[in-house]
């Protein structure tokens, strides 16, 4: 880890074009020069897993395809046109960013570009690709698309992983590099292998009956050519259906397989192992929509999890689906929770030639809040509050400005400088025995998973900052929320009813009937007065709360459909920019819910509930608020309020420059010294203002008197 940065590491992904060839070091002191940071890795992205592939050693130079020299192939990015590199080139390239002290990465994706019909202008890869005479590793994928699946096996029946494991390791040591980096097709799958419209082919039905020893009817296990769509449709319908489970406990095994495989080998090598999570998934989504469970990645040696928490990007490169942000955001904390030891760097998205969207260019302020965002969710441990992630990862770093760099360290330093003292939200428990237990629920009833609760209520105004596992709970103080606490074990249960050093809120499904043991009983409890499919929400030791005040928009809805007919077989969604199907909730009663938890704050400083609202506070006493804006067209002015006198505030993004103005008990505006301090007054709150989607951090200094 780079020396400077002791509790964050700092990784760039980036295409060769962000280099040239042209020059003597290859264009590494000018990336330096226009980064101006040292980073900890850089992936280098040629995309095509020929790299790997057509390896033969270094013994001649060879020209390098033009989808190794850039991502697609694509012919120019703002900076420079695509040049043809050699294996010779790229090798001195490797040698030195590894000269400068960055681990380098050979990043690759499967993607097969000759039929990939999302790109019909890179038909022309300008070489025939490796995968056109293997087909029988083709993904079979439901939807029509084709890409490589590295599960498979060969016409002789050996495994695809043994001979890319070889290959790699050739291929790394010959180069230089210090590890490997994946994303698309080696992991997460390919955008048409989602579970439900995986590969259902025999190598892959073979596999599967092998491991879990399900016997298929004839009809159903006879053979079929891959090209017969209809066919491996008729199959893949009859086994999502009936083995379900069955079907993704076999995939996560077999991930984990060719994982640990690959992992033992490169790590023999003293090389590392950096994989994409799975479609922007948390943990729960990864298992159901993937077949892809982080903990056995982990565990099977991967060295980083990169979390695709890129909203933004996402968002605008095409609007399918909700605008998914708190999805994303809150994503690290819960794959942190699940594997608290395992490294977990965010991508930053902030710009791609090729894609053609830029976050910095065109939505600075939301790629600002995520930033700002990420590094401010955290996790306890015995050694105190930690983040949930343990850096970024550009994506990608080629095309930027010098000024853009320094846009971006500059979002970093703020993100990265301190930790608080404590989180002032309620503090999500989590709990293994209840992740694991949602899988069969959520098939029988698509239920609400614990991330969906989390996402929806901080939407709807009641955000968690802290996240910690059950078996931690002692070392939590404070508010603490656990939706679907029925899922938790009965000891689980008991431990979370003698907690006695806060509020307690938690949601169950109203069927369950759920009573906390012992003589403890809800402050407030109230359910869904308008979906079929009803949630209970209760919170304990709170005594304090305005039960009308809470309630009072409950009977409100947008009229949105529930799910129709039997829940086990309502239709999955085949885009993964789309949420997973969920039963209705009304607004109303999310709403109210989002109210309850902002009420547990542990904060003196309130606002709107309209208003998301991040406190915490720091080791000196200061309370640092992040206040988010979801309008993403029009500035935002709230008001905080306060009932103590306060005696300054401070903007710590670098948005607004003005001293905040504060507002005395009637309302009336309170004009700020230039440094941001007061006369120490009795005085309502001050004005706070929020760029369009953005957000800005303010610190506050409060008079203890």
């Known amino acids: 880890m780079n020396r400077a940065r002791q509790d964050h590491e700092m990784f760039i992904w980036t295409p ?38 057509h390896h033969e050693g270094m013994e001649r130079e060879r020209i390098l395809p033009p989808d190794n020299c850039n991502y697609y192939g694509n012919v120019r990015n703002e900076i420079r046109d695509i040049q043809q590199w050699t294996n010779f080139e790229l090798k001195e390239l490797v040698a030195g960013l590894e000269d400068r002290g960055a681990e380098t990465y050979m990043g690759i994706m499967g993607v097969y570009v000759d039929n990939d019909p999302r790109h019909p202008s890179h038909y022309n890869t300008g070489h025939r690709e490796w995968l056109s005479d293997h087909k029988e590793l083709m993904g079979v994928w439901t939807n029509g698309t084709a890409s490589l699946n590295v599960l498979k096996r060969f016409k002789d029946g050996t495994y695809y992983e043994d001979f890319f494991l070889a290959k790699l390791q050739q291929a790394l040591k010959d180069y230089g590099f210090s590890g490997l980096h994946v994303a698309d097709n080696f992991c997460p799958p390919g955008s048409g292998g989602s579970a439900k419209n995986g590969d259902y082919s025999d190598d892959m039905i073979d596999q599967f009956t092998a491991y879990t020893g399900i016997s298929l009817p004839e009809e159903i296990c006879a053979p079929v050519d891959d090209r017969d769509r209809d066919g491996i449709k008729k199959r893949g319908t009859y086994i999502w259906n009936r083995y379900k489970q069955e079907w993704l406990e076999f995939l996560t095994w077999r991930w984990a397989a060719f994982w640990e495989k690959i992992c ?24 159901y929509r993937y077949g892809i469970d982080y903990k056995k990645l982990y565990e099977a040696g991967v060295d980083y999890i990169a979390a695709e928490s890129v909203a933004t990007s996402v968002h605008m490169a095409r609007e399918i689906g909700p605008f998914r942000l708190y999805n994303y955001m ?116 698509k239920r609400w998973s614990m991330h969906k609760t989390i996402y929806e209520f901080a939407k709807a105004g009641g955000q968690i900052g802290a996240v910690a596992r059950i078996e931690e709970l002692d070392i939590v103080s404070g508010p603490i929320f656990i939706p679907n606490i029925d899922l938790m074990s009965e000891a689980e249960i008991e431990t979370i009813s003698t907690y006695d050093r806060g509020p307690i809120i938690c949601t169950s499904l109203a069927d369950r009937r759920f009573r ?33 005040d809470i309630t009072a928009s409950l009977g409100e809805d947008d009229g949105s459909p529930d799910v129709a007919g039997e829940p086990r077989y309502a239709e999955d969604p085949g885009i993964w920019r789309m949420d997973l199907v969920y039963r209705k909730a009304s607004t109303g009663f999310v709403k109210a819910c989002g109210k309850l938890l902002r009420s547990a704050y542990a904060s003196k400083l309130t606002a709107d509930i309209e208003h998301p609202l991040l406190p915490m506070r720091m080791g000196d006493g200061r309370i640092r608020l992040l206040i988010g804006n979801d309008n993403r067209l029009q500035y935002r002015l709230p008001v905080v309020r306060t009932k103590r006198a306060v005696k300054r505030v401070v903007s710590k993004s670098k948005f607004p420059a003005l001293p905040s103005k504060l507002v005395d008990t009637e ?8 440094d941001g301090s007061h006369e120490s007054i009795r005085s309502g709150g001050f004005i706070a203002k929020i760029p369009p989607g953005g957000m800005t951090i303010f610190d506050v200094t409060l008079d203890d008197a």
């Open 264 to 287: 033992r080998g490169l790590h023999e090598d003293g090389k590392k192992v950096i994989v994409n999570n799975a479609w922007c998934s948390e943990p729960f989504e990864a298992i």
């Open 667 to 674: 309302g009336r505006t309170i004009i700020p010294r230039s």
């Open 516 to 548: 906390m043991p012992g003589s403890l009983v809800p402050d407030i409890s109230f359910q869904d007065p308008l979906a079929d499919f009803k949630m209970n929400i209760f919170g304990y030791r709170m005594d304090y709360i305005d039960y009308a």
């Open 16 to 53: 060769l074009i962000g280099f040239d060839k042209e020059r003597e070091d290859k264009g590494v002191a000018d990336y330096y020069s226009t980064i101006g940071f040292q980073p900890d890795g850089i992936s280098l992205f040629l995309f095509c897993p020929d790299i790997v592939h």
């Open 330 to 445: 809150t994503m690290p904390s819960f794959m942190k929770a699940y594997v608290p030891e395992g490294k977990l760097i965010c991508l930053n998205g902030v710009k791609d030639s090729t894609e053609e969207w830029s976050t910095v260019g065109h939505f600075a302020s939301s790629v600002e809040r995520e930033i700002y965002s990420l590094t401010h969710y955290f996790v306890h441990t015995r050694d105190g509050l930690r983040r949930s992630m343990d850096g970024f990862l550009v994506c990608l770093g080629d095309g930027l400005t010098r000024e853009e760099w320094d846009w971006l360290r500059e979002r970093w330093e703020i993100g990265f400088a301190e930790l608080p003292q404590n989180v002032l939200t309620p503090t999500f428990i989590w709990s293994d025995h209840a992740f694991h237990k949602l899988l069969p629920d959520y098939i029988a009833t």
